[in-house]
């Protein structure tokens, strides 16, 4: 077989245009998986809002628990709060663990009122217990602060 000029221009012309719409084919494909990545990563960033919301919301729903095992003792309740807590726990609810005495710390912390003057700023009452959620502060800690 003879290949004339034109022949060859035509493969050349054909080559370029085949490797023109792979690279396009290639990009188009990463592009796919790109979006598929994001997609999945709204997903979960929906449902942890979601999840975030609905905690927060249950959080007050504890505290009144916790209220009320104070005043009845009652082996029933305590075992409800204690499978309550703990379903809490699973979904990543773990409490600051602010106690008296502690230094003041804004980023954990809400001072509901404080007396003294000074530097030094500690807890002197937790009001309201404070919860995180995996690594981001959900509820902080309501306290009484004294400085001194």
């Not at 034109?6 to 592009?31: F, G, P, Q, T």
């Not at 505290?63 to 709060?81: F, P, Q, S």
Request: proline share 1%.
């Amino acid at each position: 077989m003879v290949n004339t000029a034109d022949d060859v221009n035509i493969h050349k012309d054909c080559e370029a245009k085949l490797d023109e719409l792979e690279n396009n084919w290639k990009r188009a494909l990463a592009d796919y998986k790109n979006l598929q990545r994001r997609v999945e990563e709204e997903k979960t960033a929906v449902v942890d809002f979601a999840n975030f919301v609905l905690i927060a919301r249950l959080l007050s729903v504890l505290d009144n628990l916790e209220m009320l095992k104070t005043h009845i003792d009652d082996v029933g309740l305590k075992l409800t709060v204690k499978e309550f807590e703990q379903i809490l726990l699973d979904e990543g609810l773990t409490g600051l663990g602010v106690n008296v005495g502690d230094t003041f710390a804004h980023e954990t912390m809400e001072a509901v009122d404080k007396d003294g003057d000074g530097d030094d700023v500690r807890v002197v009452e937790v009001v309201r217990k404070g919860y995180k959620l995996r690594d981001k502060v959900i509820r902080p800690a309501r306290v009484l602060v004294k400085k001194g």
